[in-house]
């Protein structure tokens, strides 16, 4: 089994920027890729970026294009690096693991492991 722990949200006013970090623990070997979520409330959760684990192809969805870098390091903790935000991204920040991923690795559908989540609030 994996575990997933996020940290790293806080409150930040528009136009900061913060790092979220997800640390794996378990039987990491099964991550064969990780993503970012977020969910607002009332809102679907949505994915932002996933990263393929070794070989380290990214792909990002189109809600924080730009604004987000998804990176992954030697240890296995996947990072969330975001800049120039926006009030609407106040959310809970998830970060998610799959053994089976296909393709942008961006359907919610295809994760298995979730940690938490990590709350991100931006004030104008």
């Known amino acids: 089994q994996v575990q997933l722990v996020e940290s790293g949200g806080g409150s930040v006013q528009a136009g900061g920027s913060l790092k979220l970090s997800c640390v794996a623990s378990?039987?990491?070997?099964?991550?064969?890729?990780v993503a970012w979520f977020r969910q607002a409330p009332g809102k679907e959760r949505e994915a932002l970026a996933s990263?393929?684990?070794?070989?380290?192809?990214t792909y990002y969805a189109d809600s924080m294009k730009g604004r987000v870098t998804i990176s992954q390091d030697a240890e296995g903790t996947t990072k969330l690096y975001m800049n120039t935000l926006k009030p609407e991204d106040t959310a809970t920040y998830y970060c998610?693991?799959?053994?089976?991923?296909?393709?942008?690795?961006?359907?919610?559908?295809?994760?298995?492991?979730w940690g938490q989540g990590t709350q991100v609030t931006v004030s104008s």
């Open positions: 378990g039987d990491t070997y099964m991550n064969n890729c």
């Open positions: 998610a693991a799959a053994y089976r991923c296909l393709g942008s690795a961006l359907d919610k559908e295809m994760y298995t492991t």
């Open positions: 990263i393929y684990r070794g070989i380290g192809v």
